[in-house]
């Protein structure tokens, strides 16, 4: 069975702190693809990476960084030093190289705030 | 720039009713989703469409129809609302590949009172 978890459900933190929101995932298949988005309270969910299985590359976009760890199934998300406009809930999602539908299916989401 | 753009932001709705929401992209992306979004529960996909007039069931359809008569259009429809499909939905849009990712509209908040 596929599945995502998220197991922080709800995060508080200080502006100009860093923080690590946690996604570990389950699948059977070699090829998938992971996400991560963002959905401030406009609501509108914005994409901010996507990752495949054969790379696992740490990547770094800004105050952004993803570390992706196929040994322990897990694909975390680190914002440095955070900024009141970072409150949002972030998605982490898996999508099946062998379904290559896009379907997505999502973690339960991490609410962050980030309080000035 | 990408748009997915919903019908409407918020509705009210009585128990019983038929509902429209509606969900127009325009980037010509093959696969459009309609997810629903519950505290607690991330988003759970109800319908995906990948071509016009063709759709498959996601994990949670029940009360739930789709249309998709044009490739930039795909509606979601409740036969009868109920108060427990009070919820945010959100349509997507994505290359049929599947490779990319999905681009979201900004969801509709539907009370069934």
């Known amino acids: 069975a596929q599945k995502v978890t998220q197991a922080q459900t709800e995060i508080s933190v200080v502006e100009k702190e860093d923080v690590t929101l946690d996604c570990v995932y389950e699948?059977?298949?070699?090829?998938?693809?992971l996400f991560w988005y963002k959905q401030p309270p406009s609501g509108e969910l914005v994409f901010l990476i996507r990752r495949n299985s054969f790379d696992e590359q740490n990547e770094i976009s800004g105050r952004y960084s993803w570390n992706f760890q196929k040994s322990t199934s897990s694909f975390n998300f680190t914002i440095t030093a955070s900024q009141v406009v970072d409150s949002a809930v972030y998605f982490c999602a898996l999508s099946l190289g062998s379904s290559n539908t896009g379907k997505l299916i999502f973690g339960q989401g991490t609410t962050l705030q980030v309080k000035p | 720039d990408v748009k997915v753009t919903q019908s409407s932001r918020y509705l009210v709705k009585r128990t019983g009713e038929k509902v429209f929401l509606e969900c127009v992209q325009d980037m010509d992306h093959e696969n459009m989703f309609w997810y629903r979004q519950d505290p607690g529960l991330g988003l759970r996909l109800i319908y995906f469409?990948?071509?016009?007039?063709?759709?498959e069931k996601g994990d949670i359809p029940e009360g739930y129809s789709v249309s998709r008569e044009k490739k930039e259009r795909f509606s979601l429809i409740l036969e009868s609302a109920s108060t427990n499909q009070t919820s945010m939905y959100l349509c997507?849009?994505?290359?049929?590949?599947?490779?990319?990712?999905?681009?979201f509209g900004q969801g509709t908040r539907l009370t069934v009172v």
């Open positions: 699948t059977r298949d070699t090829t998938y693809y």
């Open positions: 997507a849009s994505s290359f049929l590949t599947g490779l990319t990712e999905a681009f």
């Open positions: 469409s990948y071509d016009v007039k063709m759709k």
